[in-house]
C-alpha cells in the first residue's frame, strides 16, 4: 500500500489515469500532440470556419417545453349541466383530478394539494414579540436553580489544577 497515495486522497489500487497515446504529427512547429479525452486526432477535427452542426436547428423547430404549453393552453369542447363550454386543456385537467380526489383517490389528493401549494405560497406566520406573560414565584425558582448549576459546572473544581 503505497501512503503517498493514501495522503493524495487517492483509494490504492484504482487507477484514475486516463489513456493517452501520443500521435507523431508531420508539422514542425506543433511537435508532438497528445491523443485523449476532448483531444481528437488532427485529421478528425473541425477546420477553421468549419461548424460541427453545419444545418443547425431548423427555423420554427419548436422545444419541448414549448410543445407542452401549447397544448395544454389550447381550448377544448366540453359537455356541462348547463351546456357545452371551451375551456383550456390544463384547467380541464385540474377540475378532473379536483373531481376524482373528492371522490378519496389519496394520489389524487396529493396531486392537486401539491398544485395548490405551489400556486399559492402561505405569508409567514406574525410573530407576537410584545406581549411576554410575567415569570411566577416557581418560574423565578427554577431560573435561579438552572443558573446556579450552571455556574458551578463552569467553576474548576478545588483538585483541578488551573492550566
Same mark, same amino acid.
Given at each position: 500500500?503505497?501512503? &503517498?497515495?493514501?495522503?493524495?486522497?487517492?483509494?490504492?489500487?484504482? &487507477?484514475?489515469?486516463?489513456?493517452?497515446?501520443? !500521435?507523431?504529427?508531420?508539422?514542425? @512547429?506543433?511537435?508532438?500532440?497528445?491523443?485523449?479525452?476532448?483531444?481528437?486526432?488532427?485529421? /478528425?477535427? %473541425?477546420?477553421?470556419?468549419?461548424?460541427?452542426?453545419?444545418?443547425?436547428?431548423?427555423?420554427?423547430?419548436?422545444? %419541448?417545453?414549448?410543445? !407542452?404549453? @401549447?397544448?395544454?393552453?389550447?381550448?377544448?369542447? !366540453?359537455?356541462?349541466?348547463?351546456?357545452?363550454?371551451?375551456?383550456?386543456? =390544463? $384547467?380541464?385537467?385540474?377540475?378532473?383530478?379536483?373531481?376524482? *380526489?373528492?371522490?378519496?383517490?389519496?394520489?389524487?389528493? *396529493?396531486?392537486?394539494?401539491? /398544485?395548490?401549494?405551489?400556486?399559492?405560497? $402561505?405569508?409567514? $406566520?406574525?410573530?407576537?414579540?410584545? !406581549?411576554?406573560?410575567?415569570?411566577?414565584?416557581? +418560574?423565578?425558582? =427554577?431560573?435561579? +436553580? %438552572?443558573?446556579?448549576? *450552571? =455556574?458551578?459546572?463552569?467553576?474548576?473544581?478545588?483538585? $483541578?489544577?488551573?492550566?
Amino acid at each position: 500500500m503505497d501512503n &503517498n497515495a493514501t495522503a493524495r486522497g487517492v483509494t490504492p489500487g484504482v &487507477n484514475i489515469r486516463r489513456r493517452t497515446r501520443t !500521435v507523431s504529427i508531420n508539422n514542425a @512547429d506543433d511537435g508532438e500532440y497528445k491523443v485523449g479525452p476532448g483531444k481528437p486526432p488532427r485529421q /478528425h477535427q %473541425f477546420k477553421p470556419g468549419q461548424s460541427g452542426n453545419p444545418r443547425g436547428r431548423p427555423k420554427g423547430a419548436r422545444g %419541448f417545453n414549448a410543445l !407542452v404549453r @401549447d397544448i395544454l393552453s389550447e381550448k377544448i369542447s !366540453v359537455n356541462t349541466k348547463r351546456g357545452s363550454r371551451r375551456m383550456a386543456a =390544463i $384547467e380541464l385537467l385540474l377540475r378532473r383530478s379536483l373531481e376524482i *380526489a373528492l371522490k378519496g383517490d389519496l394520489r389524487a389528493v *396529493a396531486l392537486v394539494l401539491s /398544485h395548490y401549494r405551489a400556486a399559492s405560497p $402561505e405569508p409567514p $406566520e406574525p410573530v407576537d414579540v410584545g !406581549v411576554v406573560a410575567p415569570l411566577t414565584a416557581s +418560574d423565578e425558582a =427554577i431560573l435561579q +436553580d %438552572f443558573l446556579d448549576r *450552571a =455556574i458551578a459546572d463552569l467553576r474548576p473544581a478545588k483538585g $483541578e489544577a488551573n492550566a
